[in-house]
Each structure stands twice: as C-alpha cells, then as structure tokens.
C-alpha cells in the first residue's frame, strides 16, 4: 500500500503504528513509511 501521507487509518490506540515522518496512523506496519508502536501511557 505505502504511506498514508499523514491520513489516519485507524484511531492513535496502543498496539497501533504511527509514522514518524508524516504522523499517519495505521493498525498495520506496512501502511506507514517509518513505523513507531503506540505504546500504553
């Protein structure tokens, strides 16, 4: 699929993937350029 370009897929939750470039958010890591876990605060 490739970058979402800053679009949300999914909601920011813990277990999510949010780039670190763009600030896209997908429950899949491919979804997103540079992939960083949600973690639970």
Known sequence: MGCLKGKKDSKEKAGN???KKCGAVSDKKKHVCEPKK???D
Do not use: E, G, L, S
């Open 17 to 19: 993937y949010k780039c």
């Open 38 to 40: 949600i973690k639970k």
